[in-house]
C-alpha cells in the first residue's frame, strides 16, 4: 500500500531498547530505531548499496511485519579491531511500501515502545500523571485541536492542519475538554523526554484518518 502524502512527513523515531532481530534477503539485521516513514538497522555489510530497494521482515508481538524500503544510506559504526572480529554499520531505510496488517503492527509498535517509556517516566516521579500521558482519543475526523505553550501561556485551537506545534501538541478534536486540559498541565509539568513521548503519542493517536489502537490506562 503506497502512503497518503500527510503520511510522508518524518515522524520522530523511537529507540528500541532490545533491537529486533530481522531480515533483509537473506542477511541478519538488528532493528534499533523505528518510525512510521523509516527504520534504522544494524548490519554487517551485508545488505543492498545505497539507493537500492529491499524488503525486510521481522516480528513484533508474533505478528509478522513486511515492508519495502530503500536504503538512504549505511556508514560504519564500529570497526573491526582484528581479523577475529565483524565491522558493524548503520543504514537508514526508508519506508516505500507495506500492507495494511504490517503497518499497523508498525504503530502499534511504536505506540507500545512510547506507552513503556512513559511508565518509566511516572515510575521515575517526573510529574507525569498516567491517565493523562497513556490515554488519547485517535483521530477520526479532519478536525484538531492545537495546543502550544507560549510564553507561559497555552494557545489553543481547533484546526485542520495534523503537524504538531514546537512546544506543544496536536491532538484529535474529539477529546474531552478536560482531558485536554490535564494533557496540557502535564506537557507543562514533564521534562524534555516526557513532553517528546506525548508529542510522539498526540501523533500516533492522529497518524491515520480511521486512527490506531491506543493504549487506555487501567489502574
Given at each position: 500500500?503506497?502512503?497518503?502524502?500527510?503520511?510522508?512527513?518524518?515522524?520522530?523515531?523511537?529507540?528500541?531498547?532490545?533491537?529486533?532481530?530481522?531480515?533483509?534477503?537473506?542477511?541478519?539485521?538488528?532493528?534499533?530505531?523505528?518510525?512510521?516513514?523509516?527504520?534504522?538497522?544494524?548490519?554487517?555489510?551485508?545488505?543492498?548499496?545505497?539507493?537500492?530497494?529491499?524488503?525486510?521482515?521481522?516480528?513484533?508481538?508474533?505478528?509478522?511485519?513486511?515492508?519495502?524500503?530503500?536504503?538512504?544510506?549505511?556508514?560504519?559504526?564500529?570497526?573491526?579491531?582484528?581479523?577475529?572480529?565483524?565491522?558493524?554499520?548503520?543504514?537508514?531505510?526508508?519506508?516505500?511500501?507495506?500492507?495494511?496488517?504490517?503497518?499497523?503492527?508498525?504503530?502499534?509498535?511504536?505506540?507500545?515502545?512510547?506507552?513503556?517509556?512513559?511508565?518509566?517516566?511516572k515510575a521515575n516521579a517526573h510529574?507525569?500523571?498516567?491517565?493523562?500521558?497513556?490515554?488519547?482519543?485517535?483521530?477520526?475526523?479532519?478536525?484538531?485541536?492545537?495546543?502550544?505553550?507560549?510564553?507561559?501561556?497555552?494557545?489553543?485551537?481547533?484546526?485542520?492542519?495534523?503537524?504538531?506545534?514546537?512546544?506543544?501538541?496536536?491532538?484529535?478534536?474529539?477529546?474531552?475538554?478536560?482531558?485536554?486540559?490535564?494533557?496540557?498541565?502535564?506537557?507543562?509539568?514533564?521534562?524534555?523526554?516526557?513532553?517528546?513521548?506525548?508529542?510522539?503519542?498526540?501523533?500516533?493517536?492522529?497518524?491515520?484518518?480511521?486512527?490506531?489502537?491506543?493504549?487506555?490506562?487501567?489502574?
Amino acid at each position: 500500500m503506497v502512503r497518503p502524502a500527510e503520511e510522508q512527513r518524518k515522524y520522530q523515531r523511537v529507540t528500541l531498547v532490545r533491537p529486533l532481530v530481522a531480515r533483509i534477503g537473506s542477511a541478519r539485521v538488528y532493528v534499533t530505531e523505528a518510525s512510521l516513514s523509516g527504520l534504522r538497522v544494524a548490519h554487517q555489510s551485508n545488505i543492498p548499496p545505497e539507493g537500492s530497494i529491499c524488503g525486510i521482515v521481522f516480528e513484533w508481538d508474533g505478528t509478522p511485519v513486511s515492508l519495502e524500503c530503500r536504503v538512504t544510506r549505511s556508514t560504519l559504526f564500529k570497526a573491526a579491531r582484528s581479523a577475529r572480529e565483524t565491522s558493524v554499520y548503520h543504514a537508514g531505510l526508508e519506508i516505500v511500501r507495506g500492507g495494511d496488517a504490517s503497518m499497523m503492527t508498525l504503530r502499534d509498535m511504536i505506540t507500545s515502545i512510547v506507552a513503556r517509556a512513559l511508565d518509566e517516566q511516572k515510575a521515575n516521579a517526573h510529574g507525569i500523571p498516567p491517565i493523562a500521558a497513556q490515554t488519547f482519543q485517535t483521530g477520526k475526523g479532519t478536525l484538531f485541536i492545537r495546543c502550544e505553550l507560549v510564553d507561559g501561556a497555552w494557545r489553543r485551537g481547533e484546526t485542520k492542519r495534523p503537524e504538531q506545534p514546537r512546544n506543544g501538541f496536536t491532538i484529535s478534536a474529539e477529546e474531552d475538554p478536560d482531558h485536554v486540559a490535564m494533557l496540557c498541565e502535564t506537557f507543562a509539568n514533564a521534562d524534555l523526554e516526557g513532553q517528546a513521548l506525548i508529542k510522539l503519542m498526540a501523533e500516533l493517536s492522529i497518524s491515520k484518518a480511521e486512527g490506531i489502537p491506543t493504549r487506555r490506562y487501567f489502574p
